[in-house]
């Protein structure tokens, strides 16, 4: 790889991330959810925040353990053998899932 070629990939990836850091900080300036909680979450902070129990929050958060299509889930990540949580894909899950519309496919 010659150097404008990297040079390219790099500013194309520059790119990339710059508008993944926009469209966070407008997903944050938008709703002002959670201010007070760092960017990666427990799953304790997570059910303090949405006020849940550790069985909801297990039946909430997408895992291979829990492939249920019927909802939308969490998405999480492990660090080693802990499971965590992007505040923004909490938030996202929260706008996702108001007003009843949290991919639930059974008619009301």
């Given at each position: 790889m010659n150097i404008n070629s990297?040079?390219?990939?790099?500013?194309?990836?520059?790119?990339?991330?710059?508008?993944?850091?926009k469209e966070h900080k407008e997903i944050m300036d938008e709703t002002q959810m959670f201010l007070n909680y760092p960017d990666i979450l427990t799953g304790e902070q997570v059910q303090e925040i949405l006020g849940i129990k550790r069985?909801?929050?297990?039946?909430?958060?997408?895992?291979?353990?829990?492939?249920?299509?019927?909802?939308i889930k969490i998405p999480v990540f492990r660090i080693g053998?802990?499971?965590?949580?992007?505040?923004?894909?909490?938030?996202?899950?929260?706008?996702?899932?108001?007003?009843g519309q949290n991919g639930n496919t059974e008619a009301e």
């Open positions: 990297r040079n390219k990939r790099l500013n194309t990836l520059k790119c990339q991330l710059d508008n993944l850091v069985t909801t929050y297990y039946s909430l958060i997408d895992t291979e353990a829990n492939k249920d299509a019927t909802y053998t802990k499971v965590k949580v992007l505040k923004r894909d909490l938030i996202q899950f929260v706008l996702d899932s108001r007003g």
